[in-house]
């Protein structure tokens, strides 16, 4: 499957255009909220994503790292996905010891997704010291290039040297045309403004160009761009073969986790080992239940985080009583509440009842933040619509 996250760019659409044409993507979409159904593949198992990228954005809307999570889960990320590729400017740019896509898989784990995010990242094969760092497809072939900006002390110190340089050499090339041009405008008058004066003073003019010239060439060449890295097939098979442009959440945390308590790389390794075998354990359908149930609990607290409009206090002369929204408010974060606990509780495959019920619960999904809670209630039947599907598949 193809995402673009750059729609409104011409130009990254038609880049977007020639990998859908080159990988013969039946499912080309933009990032819309639509974007996950009637797939013609159910059940995808790996999504590429384009669009313009920095370091904490992605895609028209400038994403964060948590805010492209969570669409994905609001849009209905399939539980079948595998892989993410997450193609962009600096998307996979390392600083502060971490990256967007790095931040991505972390996330995704967090919300109870096993994917692996891919990204180029700075370092290539060969760690190098850049400052920016830039990505280049084409889209009718799949082939990359990634570029950046060195960046060391050295070229720091040389950059404002040069820079300095420059202007004075710009300020004596201006001093010297202002007295040229009063030589022609007063050569009658003034003593000395014969042929020779006025040959030397452009002789002065053309010697500070030249020098002009020679310290932006420095310039260019100092803050030029460098080849981190030139693909030799398609982006998908170089993400696929260089381990260092690949990010798993679950072992990213894990490692943390480890450092933190001292665990021995053994003991590490060990862990992997059973954390690998839960998730294997579990069926499509536990798995979309785990992804149903963080949605909740994330449209939990944040209900939980609003501040619910203040009553009038003419309400009270009112021959009906009006209830207090912040009343209401409890009351739905109540119910949701107990939502979240009848299906933790039921271990049988027909959990989506629960949700049913809430749905037909008005005081539930009318009124002060119905748009919230309808669209969470939504994306939960999509889970187990999902979960189910995939269940059928795996059934002998």
């Not at 993507?25 to 159910?42: A, G, H, V």
């Not at 094969?125 to 072939?141: A, K, Q």
Request: glycine share 6%; aromatic share 8%; with cysteine.
């Amino acid at each position: 499957m193809l995402l673009a996250l750059s729609s409104d760019d011409p130009v990254s659409m038609n880049v977007c255009d020639g990998l859908a044409v080159y990988y013969k993507e039946k499912d080309y979409r933009r990032f819309t909220d639509d974007c996950f159904q009637n797939l013609s593949d159910p059940t995808p198992e790996r999504i590429t994503c384009v669009g313009h990228a920095g370091t904490n954005s992605y895609g028209d809307r400038l994403l964060s790292p948590d805010e492209f999570v969570q669409e994905l889960i609001k849009k209905g990320l399939p539980a079948s996905v595998k892989t993410i590729d997450l193609i962009g400017c600096e998307i996979g740019f390392i600083t502060g010891g971490t990256s967007y896509a790095r931040e991505t898989a972390i996330l995704l784990a967090q919300n109870g997704y096993d994917i692996q995010v891919n990204a180029f990242t700075k370092t290539g094969p060969e760690t190098l010291n850049i400052s920016h760092m830039y990505v280049c497809i084409f889209g009718d072939t799949g082939k990359i290039w990634v570029t950046g900006y060195k960046d060391t002390e050295e070229n720091q110190i040389k950059d404002q040297l040069l820079n300095s340089e420059i202007q004075k050499i710009k300020e004596q090339i201006n001093a010297k045309k202002f007295e040229l041009e009063m030589y022609f405008i007063s050569s009658t008058e003034v003593a000395g403004a014969g042929p020779d004066v006025v040959d030397q003073l452009k002789k002065n003019i053309a010697e500070l160009n030249n020098q002009l010239d020679k310290y932006q060439q420095e310039l260019y060449q100092l803050q030029t761009e460098t080849m981190i890295y030139e693909s030799l097939c398609d982006l998908r098979l170089e993400l696929d073969h260089y381990t260092g442009y690949q990010f798993n959440g679950h072992q990213i945390l894990l490692e943390e986790q480890s450092e933190m308590a001292g665990i021995s790389p053994e003991d590490k390794s060990e862990q992997l080992k059973i954390q690998a075998e839960a998730i294997l354990n579990k069926t499509p359908l536990d798995q979309a239940k785990d992804m149903a149930l963080e949605v909740l609990a994330d449209t939990i607290k944040k209900l939980g985080d609003e501040k619910p409009p203040k009553s009038s206090s003419f309400l009270q002369y009112l021959p009906v009583r009006i209830k207090n929204p912040a009343d209401i408010l409890e009351y739905k974060i109540n119910e949701l509440a107990k939502l979240k606990l009848l299906i933790e509780n039921d271990h049988s495959d027909q959990w989506i009842a629960h949700i049913d019920r809430a749905r037909e619960n008005k005081k539930l999904t009318h009124g002060l933040s119905s748009i919230k809670i309808n669209d969470t209630l939504e994306i939960m039947r999509e889970q187990f619509n999902i979960g189910i599907n995939l269940l059928s598949l795996h059934k002998p």
